[in-house]
């Protein structure tokens, strides 16, 4: 069974960067991945996905202009560069991947102090 690991959140204040990472057990080059957040007492909410060429990317709205993904293959990593940060950023954040079946990281949190 494929395997997730985040790694890369943390405490930052109002307008500061954090760039997440999520490595792979097992190859992924075919794989769409992504990111979601969970937020405390909220639903777990769309990030960002990125298919397995990166071809096709897309972002929730409110994350669209700061946030950035990327993918290495070759390394089974996928990553989520974040610049201005607000506080309503913080979550756990929680990579995943999917080509039929689903995989999902433990997540790794994000806290923005304002």
């Known amino acids: 069974q494929l395997q997730l690991v985040e790694s890369g959140g943390g405490l930052v204040q109002v307008g500061g960067s954090l760039r997440l990472s999520c490595v792979a057990s097992g190859r992924i080059s075919e794989h769409a991945l992504g990111w979601w957040r969970q937020a405390p007492g909220k639903e777990r909410e769309f990030v960002s996905a990125?298919?397995?060429?990166?071809?096709?990317?897309n972002y929730a709205d409110s994350v669209k202009g700061r946030f950035t993904v990327s993918r290495n293959n070759a390394r089974n990593t996928v990553f989520l560069q974040m610049n201005s940060l607000k506080p309503e950023d913080t979550a756990v954040y929680y990579c995943?991947?999917?080509?039929?079946?689903?995989?999902w990281g433990q997540g790794t949190q994000v806290t923005v102090s304002s």
């Open positions: 990125i298919s397995w060429n990166a071809h096709i990317i």
């Open positions: 995943y991947s999917n080509r039929g079946l689903s995989y």
